[in-house]
């Protein structure tokens, strides 16, 4: 089915008929006031269907009609989807990915084996989940490389290659919650970003650097909120930068970015309420990258950051899982009381970081870190709740790239 779209959008965007009689692409999608919204993409020439209105018109680098509504609480039949869209209820399971874009300087787009995206939507598709989540890096082709074949640039042709055509009907499974990865900041990828998934309405200047966090109520779940990290590393270039003596460009200016993730961090306290709520956002402050790399103790910006917005230097004591990507690779990592366990999920298809550590330096940013565990395998995560206000966590690994890891959340506290 999943090719039967693909194949279905190429041929309706070439053919430029007049009007579309279903669309190319249907998802639902966590707005930023709370509400749920539906959103199609179609052809060009297409009218959106009432109540849908239109978010972005055909431009010459997105030749397509991306429409737009609020979902109610009666389901939405959309004219040709197979069945009808609504708002998510009683979650009981929930499929997260991350990271999914073809890095095309380290593996070959055209084949599966190299860039398995399309074998873990594939699978995750019939994972029966009630709600989606994305932690960000959607394309990776959003620079063009000499040599290198297929599409490439923040264009229609290349989020359709690299994500639209290989998720496939893993969009129409289930409600979505989308967070925005570095690789969609205004440098790279940040336009495709705003006419398809960003919640807020679509800015006038077709771009904007940071965005502010929101919540959105999951049934079943509880608050999630939904943090906007992606000019959070130290070599963002596109939001606060400057170039210091002796680099050889600019680079995040931390006496500007700390101060407004800062500001991010008391929105996200002012949002979770008491709870339960997990955190969704790209960039983790607390990770374990590959030997060498800035970001191997975490993200110090966000480190920072939360030293500025909370005496404690932690988020809020209702968060209770922290789901983020960025690292290339499959982390759950458990802390001492007050802070929350973090799964990085950094696996879903993105060529992945070379020599995780077995272990975690302990403490990191001040808390012991009482559990490590780590897998290189491709792969998606499935939360289950089970029945007494706790979550397992269950790596699902493509097959042949590792074994599945199995995690028990409950109180604040996870063990593998």
Known sequence: MRRVIGLMAALALAAGSARAQAPLYWWVQAGAQGEWQMRSIWEPGASCPAPATVRSAPSADFPVVVCQQTLGAQPVQLPGAPRPLRAPSNVRRVVVIGDTGCRAQEQNCADISSWPFAAV????????????????DYIYREKCIQGKPGPCGDRWATWFADWFQPAGELMTMAPWVFARGNHEDCTRGGRGWFVFFDPRPYPANGCTPATDPYAVQVPGVGTLLVMDSACAPWYSSGCWSATPPGSDGPINNPAQA?????????QVAQLAGTGPAWLVTHVPAWARDFPGSADSAGAYILQAALRQASPSGELPAAVKLSLVGHVHAWEALDFAAGRAPVLILGDGGTSESDGLPTAMPSPAGGVAVEGYWSSLAFGYTVLDADGGGGWRATLVPVSGTGAAVTCTIRDGQMTC
């Open 258 to 266: 700390i101060p407004a993730y800062a500001a991010q961090f008391r």
């Open 121 to 136: 939507a594939g699978r995750a598709a019939s994972a029966g989940a009630g709600l989606s989540v994305h932690v960000g």
